[in-house]
């Protein structure tokens, strides 16, 4: 059965290596996986998304049809908010890094953010993760570990834990941001129980 996860969020957090790391973790563990990635002015805080998906059967497409996506993982709100259409009805699952990025519509007062995003997500969802994971990145050492935070409970949350990350992140980060990469995958890992 081929699973589908949706990574979402602005251009700077990191959104892009962490669904490049989820795929090399899947196919080194010998699935068969397909992504996507959409940029949207990423460099200038636009949205960013990754489509994964993953079986052990043959996977013949990278897009996640609307409502088949497993598990969203936000990497700001209101990216998981315009996003939501993708989430499974029955037992879809969003994981939320609980910080808000204003887009420039919201800074030059054309539009206001939208309130209570999280409570609109919890009606669709039948799960929700809800982590400061910018803020416990920052305590670790970085703010740009977040991402690896939000890797880090998806792989749990979707069983995926097995897999060596600790191999992945040595082979995939610089060398003088390891160690916190380590810290912030099983600080994740563990935010996922």
Not at 111 to 124: F, L, N, P, Q, S
Not at 161 to 178: G, L, Q, S, T, Y
């Amino acid at each position: 059965m081929t699973k589908n996860i949706l990574l979402t969020g602005v251009g700077g957090q990191g959104t892009i290596l962490a669904a490049k790391m989820l795929t090399i973790g899947l196919m080194e563990s010998g699935y068969d996986v397909k992504m996507s990635e959409i940029h949207g002015m990423s460099q200038r805080g636009g949205s960013v998304t990754s489509q994964v998906r993953y079986s052990e059967e043959k996977v013949y497409s990278p897009v996640i049809e609307k409502g088949t996506a497993d598990i969203i993982v936000s990497f700001e709100k209101m990216e998981a908010l315009r996003n939501l259409d993708y989430l499974k009805p029955e037992g879809g699952v969003v994981v939320i890094n609980n910080v808000e990025i204003p887009s420039m519509t919201n800074l030059t007062g054309e539009e206001k953010y939208t309130e209570g995003i999280e409570e609109i997500i919890e009606g669709a969802a039948s799960k929700v993760i809800s982590i400061d994971a910018t803020r416990l990145a920052g305590e670790l050492g970085s703010v740009k570990a977040a991402n690896v935070i939000l890797l880090g409970t998806l792989v749990k949350s979707m069983g995926l834990d097995h897999i060596d990350w600790e191999d992945i992140i040595r082979r995939n980060v610089k060398e003088k941001f390891i160690d916190l990469n380590l810290k912030a995958i099983k600080l994740g890992m563990d935010l996922a129980k």
